[in-house]
Structures are given as structure tokens and as C-alpha cells.
């Protein structure tokens, strides 16, 4: 992060961090550098350090730099989804032969990437509750190279104490990796607690409006951003211009936007606690999920993302999801608009019969900004 931004709040700095303005006409939004490639004065003779966009563009560099300010890191990097962020970071730290220690509640996809992919690379993976810091301890062997922590996790919503885990990945000599998609940069500072890499779906609450799709990795030292920096261009999935611009509008706005996710997913879990068919709520901001005390000291407040478990299994959550209409049922999360999803059938279908299966009564809410009463009536609504 710029000094120029180091000093300043975190909504000052998701507008300005990244954004000058423009300096041909003072545009006071970057421009989208819709380009491929940039007219060198002689050869090597490169404006701003921009030759050919898969290694350089000047709309990604924006993002990028907000990316970095707003965590607090050396380093950001922009990528054409979540996943693309994620093998250029396994395959930049990781050789055949190496382990890995992933959560036992985590990202379908992220599980998929390294059971299917990783895996068969010859990197090899245990798991397990990132929550109980002595089953971290126990999973790491001699040849753990990281620990890869979701927090909150997805979508039993369990929450991980980074500065523990970062503490037992300092002394086993390993590195912490913290997708932070769920809490989103505004709640939750990863790597001011110790983490080494913050990875992000910019699909999410980053972007905010369900209309991009892309990806991030933000470090805390400048010479591993510099590592991943290389293998971002080596292996070329990178945010084009028109996303990263998409996605710098939304950041704009995080800091309100979360603010309203955090405050109608309270009301909806209040509801949902006293619903005679709701069996169990999981959230962080309950008194009694085992993970508040810490979510309390890690994060602003607790978020947007709401499961629970229904009466009557697999069938009746499934009904719950195809009753309810304000909530559109949809994949993905973050967004303005409220969704409702079956893990089990839906995003986390790649876990079934996996130490990361997911119960089949499950519900997953991504609260959006909308009225909260007009929200609680849906959910009553599609409860019944």
C-alpha cells in the first residue's frame, strides 16, 4: 500500500486508492483501457511500463492498487475469476511432492481445484478444523508448505482465528493463505493478523452487483507479489480492462453496502432463531455459535451470509429454495440483490461423499441490501 493512502479510513480509501485521475482530460474515473497492445518509443521504449495487456493494463493496474490499499498489503493482483487467482498461487508456491492443509468447510470449487487438479499434480492435501487450532497442528507434516483457511467459511459459516493459525504457520515455517470473500476487505484485515496471502472472489461482495466475474490475491510481501506477478502474465488469466473496471465502481461502495448486508442478515437471523421449522441458524453474530468470540475481535461486524437447517431434510430445503421469490435462487453471493441456494445440490455438489460434505437440510442466504421487512415476509413465506 502507497503511503499516500496509508493513513487514510478504509471508505476514503476504497474511492480514491487506484483512481487518479485521468491525466489526459481529468477524467475523474479511470479510463477502460479497451486495448491489447501500446506503441513503444524504440524498442524498449515503453510508456508507464505498458507493452501488451495480459502484462500490464492500466485499468487492472488501478484495480490493482486499490486492491492492495485496501488490505493493506505490497502487492494486489487481478485475475478473471477466483479459482484462475488460486491455481496461479498454488502452482506458483507449490512442487510435486508438496502438502497443503485445507478446511473441512470450504468453497466447492476450492475443494474441486485441489482434489481434481492439484492432486493429480502430485500436491497432495489434509484436512481439517481450521476452528481447533491443535487439528491445524496435527495436519501439518514435513513436507506443508500452506494452510488454507476460510473465514467465515462457506456455508457452514465456522470461523478460523487467523492471528492463532498465522502463529502456527510461523513456527512450522509455512505459509498462511485467508480467502477472504466473505467478509470482504471492510470487515476483516487478514494480513494485519498475520496472514501471507489474502484471496478473493472480486465476483462477490467486491464487485457487488452480480455482473463480473473475476478474482484477486493480495500479499503482504513485495517479493512474493513479485513471484506471483510473473506467473500471473506466464499463465495469462487476467481481469481484461472492462471487468476491472466493473469491479472498481463496486468497491466504491463496500463499505455501505456491507453495512446494510450486516444489518438485515441480524434482523433475518433474529427471525430465523424463533421459526418453529428452522432447526438450527448459523452465524456468526449469535451469542451462541462457537466462533463469536473471535469473529467479534477479527471482524467489523459479521456479515451478510446466513445458513440454516430446516425441519423435514433434504426435500423440505429444497422446497424452502423454490418457494421463496424475493430471493431469487440462484449460485454465487455478495450481490444487491438477496439469493437462496441447496448447497448440497448446488455450489458445494462437488463435496458429497468428502470430509467437506455439507448437511443435505441445509439453506444458504446471501442477505442483500434490499428492505429487510420485504425480505423477512419472503422467507416466512417460502418457510410456511
Not at 487514510?8 to 479510463?31: C, K, M
Not at 502484462?55 to 492498487?65: D, F, Q, V
Not at 480467502?179 to 471492510?186: I, K, M, Q, R, W
Not at 424463533?274 to 452465524?283: D, G, N, R, S
Request: net charge negative; proline share 4%.
Amino acid at each position: 500500500m502507497s503511503d499516500q493512502h496509508s493513513h487514510q479510513s478504509f471508505e476514503t480509501r476504497a474511492i480514491h486508492a487506484g483512481n487518479t485521475a485521468d491525466p489526459l482530460t481529468g477524467a475523474v474515473v479511470p479510463p477502460i483501457y479497451q486495448v491489447s497492445t501500446y506503441k513503444q518509443d524504440g524498442v524498449g521504449g515503453l510508456r508507464g511500463g505498458y507493452e501488451y495487456s495480459r502484462s500490464a493494463n492500466p485499468t487492472r493496474t488501478a484495480l490493482e492498487e486499490n486492491l492492495a490499499a485496501l488490505e493493506g498489503g505490497s502487492r494486489g493482483l487481478a485475475f478473471a475469476s477466483g479459482l484462475a487467482a488460486e491455481d496461479c498461487l498454488l502452482r506458483t508456491l507449490l512442487v510435486p511432492g508438496d502438502h497443503v492443509v485445507i478446511p473441512n468447510d470450504a468453497y466447492g470449487g476450492t475443494f474441486r481445484l485441489f482434489a481434481k487438479v492439484v492432486e493429480r499434480w502430485g500436491v497432495d492435501f489434509s484436512v481439517a478444523n481450521t476452528s481447533d487450532i491443535a487439528s491445524v497442528r496435527d495436519a501439518i507434516n514435513d513436507r506443508t508448505k500452506l494452510i488454507w483457511v476460510e473465514t467465515p467459511s462457506n456455508p457452514l459459516l465456522g470461523i478460523t482465528d487467523i492471528e492463532a493459525v498465522a502463529g502456527v504457520a510461523r513456527q512450522a515455517g509455512v505459509k498462511l493463505v485467508v480467502d477472504n470473500t466473505f467478509a470482504s476487505p471492510y470487515l476483516q484485515q487478514p494480513l494485519a493478523l498475520g496472514a501471507d496471502v489474502v484471496v478473493h472472489s472480486l465476483t462477490k461482495y467486491m464487485g457487488g452487483h452480480s455482473d463480473v466475474v473475476g478474482g484477486a490475491l493480495v500479499t503482504a510481501d513485495a517479493a512474493l507479489g513479485e513471484e506471483l506477478a510473473y506467473h500471473q502474465n506466464a499463465m495469462g488469466a487476467v481481469a481484461g480492462p472492462f471487468d476491472s473496471w466493473i469491479v472498481l465502481r463496486g468497491i466504491k461502495t463496500l463499505a455501505v453496502r456491507m453495512d446494510r448486508h450486516s444489518e438485515n442478515a441480524g434482523k433475518i437471523v433474529e427471525m430465523l432463531t424463533q421459526h418453529p421449522k428452522v432447526t438450527q441458524v448459523l452465524y456468526p453474530g449469535l451469542p451462541e455459535h462457537p466462533g463469536h468470540e473471535v469473529a467479534a475481535k477479527q471482524m467489523r461486524s459479521f456479515g451478510g451470509m446466513v445458513s440454516f437447517r430446516v425441519e423435514g431434510g433434504e426435500e423440505a430445503a429444497v422446497e424452502v429454495c423454490n418457494r421463496a421469490k424475493l430471493f431469487t435462487l440462484g449460485e454465487s453471493l455478495g450481490g444487491v440483490e438477496s439469493l437462496i441456494e441447496h448447497p448440497g445440490r448446488m455450489t458445494h455438489a462437488s463435496v458429497a461423499g468428502s470430509a467437506l460434505e455439507v448437511p443435505a437440510d441445509l439453506v444458504r442466504l446471501s442477505v442483500g441490501i434490499e428492505n429487510v421487512d420485504d425480505l423477512l415476509a419472503d422467507l416466512r413465506e417460502a418457510l410456511g
